[in-house]
Each structure stands twice: as C-alpha cells, then as structure tokens.
C-alpha cells in the first residue's frame, strides 16, 4: 500500500496508516542506533545515542499501546522515507576517516531522523485529536517530547564542540 494509496479512504485510514509508517521507523531506528553508537567517538554524543536507544525502546512500547487502545494490530508498513534517510546515514559516516568530522556527520544523520520522527509524531497527535482520540494523542505526545528533546541535545552537543573540532 503506497502512502497515498486507494485503501486510505478516511482520517481515520490515514491515522492508522502513519502510525504503522512510525512504528517500522522506529524499529529500524532501533536496529541502526547500535552502529551509530559504535562509529562514535565524542564521549557526550556516544552517550546521547546509547540514551536514545533506550528511548527508542520505549517509543516502539507506546506505539504498541496506541495500536492497542485504538483496536487496531500492530503491524508495520514499509517506509522508504526512513529507510532512505538510515541509508543515507550509513554512507555518509563510511566516508569518513577524520574522528570529529565522523561526530559530526553521526550527529547531522542523526537530527534527520530526529526531525523525520517529530512531523510523524506532530502530524499523528493532531490527527488523533480529530478524531477524539486523546487518550492516543497523550501517549504519542511522550514520545514527540522526547525526540525533540533530544534533537536538542544533538544541536547543542554540535554546536557546543563537535563541529568547532571539525572545523580544525
């Protein structure tokens, strides 16, 4: 099913559609944060990762939830924005020799999916708002605040140092 696709008739259709595009996000989130945390060299970034995939954890569980208290299966759908984006990660920090330049490259990679994640999240919280659903929209909510927080912590740990010993 394409991401416009005929079987989408109503908000609703849309709504669980998403959910199943964030759900096979985050679990290909969960299988790369592994690699991004072993390329890392900056102390505070490898930290930051190793945090967040614990986090992600907890994101795949509240996805769970709200399949569940929408009384829906959970179950993925393909998402060939994610996996482009993981893709592009990977060959990006395999290109890389000079450590910083790595922590940096990790980290830009890194707030793609970040940013990915908070318009999936954004957009299905209000969703499931119009469609009353704010039991749903109050466990998504958990995880948009904290892929924003982290994507916080991934522009000041950047802009802190990583890209000013890139930069060297």
């Known amino acids: 099913m394409g991401f416009f696709s005929k079987d989408i008739k109503t908000l609703d259709d849309l709504f669980i559609h998403t959910l199943r595009d964030i759900y096979y996000a985050e679990k290909q989130i969960e299988k790369s944060l592994p690699k991004m945390i072993d390329k890392a060299t900056d102390p505070q970034l ?82 499931a708002k119009q469609l009353g659903r704010s039991d749903c929209a109050n466990v998504l909510a958990k995880n948009l605040k904290e892929e924003e927080a982290t994507d916080r912590k991934l522009t000041e740990i950047a802009e802190s140092k990583v890209n000013l010993q890139a930069a060297e």
Do not use: M
């Open 46 to 127: 490898k930290a930051g990762f190793e945090k967040h995939l614990t986090q992600t954890k907890g994101h795949i569980e509240r996805v769970e939830q709200v399949f569940e208290l929408h009384g829906v299966k959970a179950k993925t759908v393909n998402c060939p924005a994610i996996d482009g984006i993981l893709e592009e990660a990977d060959e990006v920090s395999g290109d890389v020799e000079d450590k910083e330049v790595l922590d940096a490259a990790l980290i830009a990679s890194a707030q793609a999916v970040e940013h990915y994640e908070i318009t999936r999240y954004g957009t299905l919280i209000a969703w």
